[in-house]
């Protein structure tokens, strides 16, 4: 996410009717409406869950955020279409809507690969080897930075900080967390996801692909919260030293304990 | 003093099935709710003003003078936001806690809310954490359906709605003002203030933002006391707080401890550095804290000890580097974030960290000179307290403390045509037991 580098949203006069609408991000390139159209099942999908969605706000236009994710759920990404459609479903023009589409980067703005790789490059994972694993995996997969492998299973980026520092070097395979990572455990982790043999994750439950991933963060959750440890080692490592030096906080007052 | 750690937040997170509404209530949860709906709003509220509890989102504010802010009888619907965006580099607490324990940050929410009289309140949770959001959502559903959310919660006349908005990765939607954009449904850039959230916040009206771990305090005081709380921390800095130590450290992880505890403490406890390797520089509580080094092991780490030694406690972030990482190149990284960061708002945030960016690619390569350190205090002195929100001033922090402390590496980078360091040797894997 970057204001200076955000394109203009739209063409003039694009909001209206079914002119094609070129959205433009100098990193990624134009993308057309035209090209790939929602289909009208998805569409139907979307507008129902819409009022869902809707229903959780004071206001409608703070549904703006979860319908994107709607939209990604079924295309992967979310195309001048689907930012047509969610204008639609708003009252927005779709200039006001690709304004917000540009400043996330959780919003993808062409397709990628069913497995979405993040390796986290900010400092400490970096020092800690997450520059080294970021290289390797450019290596082994022949891409760089933001690219695809061309059979589609594995998109490749840097993160930033994922809030697991204690974990690192973290790599993140479609928002979930794979901990205290190496250049090996890396290279087999994206072999498994490109065999369609995809490992749990260390703390998380079976990956999903991105689409699916998308409609959970619409606030549409699966039934895997249950899975899963509560937590990992090195939240725990605090809480361990404790009590085996027998230390913990005072008492309250009343207590039994 | 004498310290000793004090899990209260973090005490049930290794217990079997913690993140539910089952386990959580036969640890004693929502029974801090039940006692706060027996009491009037106004009680609670000067509860929490006497706890001494001040803010973990970083800036420390004084959490019941910040409820004290909220109009009363001004006949608009008030709000409360948790911040849960957890996304400055380093820190990596509040995230864990939403893993083990969602219920915790949900009953305090709860408290709060019927102690400033909102009848809406919004949990804003980073987009990038799949199976803390599972968790999260699922806790709300629970919650909902025990009816300690909804209308008239435990026969009380309380009605609260509660909304989780997950976002979609912009570090800057952490910063509250920014945040109630993102939430109105737009790009999330600051706001000016005055007026403040607390009159004019989400959709105009009064709205209290805090941090999941202020929130997540609440039930523990309500149910432990004011003395009780205050027989932790300092007299300024009440209470326990969640250091997070990760970097060159034997055992990095979360350790609740009493506020006041120093680096040398803590480092104890996790075990010191990595074997055969020295404490170089850290950050007291992420990136937007100035570095601290060697000479800081004993500063408390309370409101108050930093600030007195150049720095701040932010979120007790605490990144800890040894003596084979090079600054440079840890503050270019840093640099990068902000300016990728950067909202792009205001002119010198979204230049100054461009141009921080170009220039520190320049010494890394080799090829500064002695110009560019004085470029980057001056570029530095043109971020700092001209910047429209917090992010700028924060990207200046980790540039500005690392030439006063190590101008040497920055002038061997140049000296020598490009970095003294190889950066094999911090890595976790390097040479496995090399010493
Ligand atoms: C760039 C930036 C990012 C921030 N990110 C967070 C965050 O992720 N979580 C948080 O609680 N506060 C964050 N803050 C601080 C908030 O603006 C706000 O002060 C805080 O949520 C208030 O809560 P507290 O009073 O409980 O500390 C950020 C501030 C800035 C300037
Ligand atoms: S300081 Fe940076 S992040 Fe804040 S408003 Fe200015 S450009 Fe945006
Ligand atoms: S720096 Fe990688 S998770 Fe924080």
């Known amino acids: 996410m970057s204001g200076a580098t955000d394109g203009l949203p739209s063409t003039p006069g694009a909001q209206q009717g079914s002119a094609p609408l070129v959205v433009f991000d100098p990193r990624l390139g134009p993308a057309t409406a035209a090209e790939d159209p929602l289909s009208p099942d998805a569409r139907q999908r979307v507008r129902e869950r819409a009022a869902e969605v809707i229903a959780r706000y004071p206001r409608p236009r703070s549904a703006l955020m979860p319908l994107l994710y709607l939209v990604q759920a079924e295309q992967g990404y979310v195309s001048a279409d689907g930012i047509r459609l969610v204008a639609e479903i708003l009252g927005l023009t779709t200039a006001e809507v690709a304004a917000v589409v540009t400043f996330y980067t959780m919003y993808r703005r062409r397709p990628c690969g069913a497995y979405v790789v993040g390796v986290c490059t900010n400092t400490l994972c970096a020092i800690l080897g997450g520059d080294a694993i970021f290289q390797a995996l450019q290596d082994h997969l022949g891409i760089g930075n933001g690219e695809t492998t061309e059979d589609g299973m594995v998109t490749l980026e840097h993160i930033e900080c994922n809030a697991a520092c204690d974990y690192a070097p973290v790599v993140m395979v479609n928002w979930e967390f794979f901990d205290n990572q190496t250049v090996e455990s890396a290279r087999e982790l994206v072999d498994r996801l490109r065999a369609g043999d995809p490992p749990m994750p260390t703390r998380g439950a079976p990956l999903k692909t991105h689409t699916e991933v998308s409609r959970i963060l619409a606030g549409f959750p699966d039934d895997l919260a249950d899975v899963g440890p509560s937590a990992g080692p090195a939240s725990l490592a605090g809480l361990e030293l404790a009590r085996r030096r027998g230390e913990s906080a005072p008492p309250r007052p009343g207590a039994s304990s | ?435």
């Open chain 2, 1 to 435: 003093m004498s310290f000793r750690l004090t899990p209260v937040l973090t005490a049930s997170w290794g217990s079997e099935r913690s993140w539910t509404l089952a386990a959580y209530e036969a640890t004693g949860g929502y029974q801090a709710l039940r006692t706060a709906l027996g009491m009037s709003p106004d009680a609670v509220l000067q509860l929490v003003k006497d706890s001494g509890l001040r803010g973990r989102g970083g800036a420390g504010f004084p959490t019941g003078a910040k409820w004290g802010f909220i109009p009363q009888g001004d006949g608009k619907p008030h709000y409360l936001v948790v911040n849960a965006d957890e996304s400055e580099p380093g820190t990596c607490k509040d995230i864990p806690l939403l893993m083990a324990t969602p219920h915790t940050l949900i009953e305090g929410a709860i408290i709060a809310a019927y102690a400033i009289r909102a009848h809406y309140a919004f949990i804003y949770v980073r987009g990038e954490v799949l199976h803390v959001i599972r968790r999260l959502l699922r806790a709300v559903e629970e919650a909902r359906g025990a009816g300690y959310i909804g209308r008239n919660i435990l026969d009380s006349g309380f009605d609260l709605e509660l909304t989780v908005h997950i976002g979609a990765g912009a570090y800057i939607c952490g910063e509250e003002t920014a945040l109630l954009e993102s939430l109105e449904g737009y790009r999330g850039q600051p706001r000016l203030r005055p007026p403040f959230p607390a009159i004019s916040g989400l959709y105009g009206c009064p709205t209290v933002i805090n941090n999941v771990e202020t929130i997540a305090s609440v039930p523990a005081i309500v149910s432990g006391g004011v003395e009780w709380y205050r027989s932790m921390g300092t007299e300024k800095s009440p209470g326990f707080k969640i250091y997070s130590l990760s970097g060159h450290v034997a055992r990095p992880g979360q350790y609740e401890a009493p506020l006041g505890i120093t680096l040398r403490e803590l480092l104890d406890a996790a075990g010191g550095m990595r074997e055969g390797h020295e404490l170089k520089f850290w950050t007291p509580g992420g990136s937007s804290t100035p570095l601290f080094t060697a000479a800081h092991l004993d500063v408390p780490l309370d409101f108050e000890g930093p600030p007195a030694h150049g720095s701040m406690l932010g979120t007790t972030a605490l990144q800890i580097f040894d003596e084979t990482t090079c600054v440079v190149r840890a503050v270019k990284r840093w640099c990068e974030f902000y300016a990728h960061e950067s909202c792009g708002k205001c002119t010198p945030c979204r230049e100054g960290t461009f141009w921080y960016v170009q220039i520190f690619d320049r010494l890394e390569r080799g090829l500064g000179t002695a110009e560019d350190i004085e470029t980057l205090l001056d570029l530095s002195d043109n971020i700092l307290g001209r910047a429209f929100c917090a992010l700028g001033d924060g990207a200046t922090s980790p540039v500005t403390s690392s030439i006063q402390y190590f101008r040497d590496e920055y002038i061997a980078h140049y000296e020598q045509g490009g970095c003294p360091f190889d950066p094999v040797a911090s890595t976790v894997f390097a040479g496995a037991g090399v010493s």
